[in-house]
């Protein structure tokens, strides 16, 4: 899930540095491209490395956060283009969603493999017994 939606972050950081409007609108046309690779992935993920009775919760909170987070969005690019910085706006968009999915993949690396050796050691304690 990170290595589809990295590329995404990388572009979007990075709109703001050509001088070039031919430059600027093919990262923008990538970010497009690679944006929603995501979104799916990330659900069942989610979905799959969290406890089931806590599930809708953790995941009811995940979207509340994501929602007020990106009502914050528009007031902090507002802020930055009326001081004349609009292009900051992306380069902070950009690092925050690269951050959000290294965080993703430090937190769940290796939860899937550690779910499949504790299945393992499960069934072979049965068998043995």
Do not use: W
């Amino acid at each position: 899930m990170v290595f589809t939606h990295l590329p995404s972050a990388i572009c979007l950081a990075l709109v703001s540095i050509p001088n070039s409007l031919p430059a600027a609108l093919t990262l923008l046309i990538l970010r497009a491209c690679t944006q929603s690779m995501d979104v799916a992935p990330r659900t069942a993920f989610l979905a799959a490395a969290l406890p089931s009775d806590k599930r809708t919760a953790i995941m009811g909170a995940v979207n509340v956060v994501k929602t007020t987070a990106q009502s914050l969005g528009p007031l902090l690019t507002g802020i930055l283009a009326r001081k004349g910085m609009f292009g900051l706006a992306f380069v902070i968009a950009g690092i925050l969603k690269i951050v959000y999915d290294l965080g993703m993949l430090v937190s769940f690396a290796g939860k899937e493999a550690a779910k499949r050796r504790e299945a393992a050691q499960a069934n072979s304690q049965e068998e043995s017994a």
